[in-house]
C-alpha cells in the first residue's frame, strides 16, 4: 500500500503544489542588493530603517550582487553609472527582479531635457519589473512597489502554459 | 582692503601689465588679467604681505558665447571673437578681503596657465572646466577629465554653449 492511501497519523502535514512553494519562499526572502544612487538611495535606507522597517517582508541587503534577487534602482543613472549597473545586474543569479525607483531611474527625471550625462531611463540598459513613481517617493511608495513585486513572484509558472 | 586698493598696488608692482577693473555688471567686480601674466599676477597676490590671498575659493569656467558675425574678403559671413572665460574667487583668510579674476582666451586656443602649483585647490577645478570647456591649463601635472567618463568622445565639452548631445554613448541611447 502506498503511503498516500494511509492516514497521515501526524497532523504536522501541509499539502501544497510545488510552484505555489517555491514563489511562497522566494517572495519571502527578497534580498536585496546594498546599492544606492543618488536622493532615492535616502529614501530608500529610511525604508530600510526601523521606523517602515522593509526587513519585515524578508528583505535584506546583500552586498554582493551573487547573493541577491532584487537590484533596486534608486537614483539618477548617469551614463558613466549605466556600465557598472549592467555589469552588476549580470553578476546577480537568476532568477532577479529590478525595481526601478524615482524619476530619474524612470525616464531621466528633470535631466530628461538637458541632460546630456544621464540615461533617460534604467529600462534602456536593463530589463525593470516594477517602476514606483515619485522624486523621490516615499518610503511607502517603496514599499508599495516591493509588494507589488511579490504579487508578481506569487503568480509566477514554473513551466509554460499553453 | 577694497578691490580698488589691491588694483593700485597691483599697478605699482607690474607696470607693464595690462590689467583693467570691471564692475559693469550687477555682480562683484572683477579684474580682467592677460592669461599669460597670471601665474606671476597670482604668485604675488598669494605672497604679498599686505594681500595674503592665501585661499583660492572657487574656479570656474564660462563660455562668454560672444561671437561676432564679420564678413571675410568674398563677402561670407564668419563668426569670429568668441571668448573662454575662467574666473577665480580669491581670498585672504588672515586679512579677510576678497578679489575676483577673470582671464579670456579666444576659443580657437583655449590656453590658460595652471594655478595648481599656487593653490592646491585648483587642480579639480581646473580638471573641471576642462572637462566642461575645454579649457587647457598649461603645466597642470593631471589634466584629464573629472566628470564625464574617460571614453567620452574628444572635443565634446558639454557646458559649451553649441554643445549638442551625442545620439549614444557606449550603445545607449542618450537623447530623450
Known sequence: ?162 | MSAEEILEILKNKFPNFSFSFDNSLPLESFLNVDALQLPEVCTFLRDDEKLQFDNLMNLSGVDDNNAKKEKDENGNEKLVGRTLSVYYHLESMKLNHKLNLKVSVAIENPEVESVESIWKSADWHEREAFDMFGIKFLNHPNLIRILMPYDWEDGSYPLRKDFETPEFYNGMKIPY
Open chain 1, 1 to 162: 500500500m502506498s503511503f498516500l492511501d494511509q492516514e497521515f497519523t501526524d497532523n504536522n502535514i501541509v499539502i501544497t503544489k510545488s510552484e505555489d512553494l517555491l514563489n511562497w519562499a522566494r517572495l519571502s526572502s527578497i534580498w536585496q542588493l546594498s546599492f544606492g544612487l543618488a536622493c532615492c538611495a535616502i529614501e530608500m535606507m529610511a525604508t530600510s530603517a526601523s521606523h517602515y522597517d522593509f526587513d519585515r517582508f524578508g528583505v535584506i541587503p546583500r552586498p554582493s550582487p551573487r547573493q541577491a534577487d532584487v537590484i533596486l534602482i534608486s537614483g539618477t543613472v548617469t551614463l558613466k553609472m549605466a556600465t557598472r549597473i549592467k555589469r552588476l545586474y549580470e553578476q546577480m543569479p537568476d532568477p532577479k527582479y529590478i525595481i526601478s525607483m524615482g524619476s530619474c531611474a524612470n525616464c531621466g527625471g528633470p535631466y530628461w531635457e538637458h541632460g546630456y550625462h544621464v540615461l533617460k531611463g534604467i529600462d534602456r540598459v536593463i530589463p525593470v519589473d516594477v517602476y514606483v513613481p515619485g522624486c523621490p517617493p516615499r518610503p511607502e511608495a517603496l514599499l508599495e512597489g516591493l509588494l507589488k513585486l511579490q504579487e508578481k513572484i506569487r503568480n509566477e509558472r514554473l513551466r509554460k502554459t499553453a
